[in-house]
């Protein structure tokens, strides 16, 4: 087993983190409609939670697809 090797898969399945992103930012949104069985304390915890994983997914997606650009078309 070759380390170095990418496999052919690993440069769309980026995505992945591009999805968790976008799930990530419905935290806040469900925060701000449900702030009065919570309370502005923790809606507002709820909501910069959501939002500051929302931010490392979509890094994560960016890091992934830069990575591996150069592999994308390689047939290895």
């Keep these: 087993m070759n ?3 990418v496999p ?8 992945i983190f591009a999805a968790l992103g976008f799930i990530a930012l ?12 919570l309370g502005v304390t923790l809606a507002l915890l709820v909501a ?7 931010a490392t997914n979509f890094t994560l997606f960016w890091m ?3 990575s591996l ?8």
């Design 64 to 66: 992934c697809r830069s």
């Design 48 to 54: 910069s939670a959501g939002l500051i994983a929302a």
């Design 26 to 37: 419905l935290k806040p949104l469900m925060a701000v409609f449900m702030m009065r069985e």
């Design 8 to 15: 052919q898969w690993a440069y769309s399945w980026c995505y």
């Design 69 to 76: 650009r150069g592999m994308r078309n390689l047939n290895v």
């Design 3 to 5: 380390i170095d090797h």
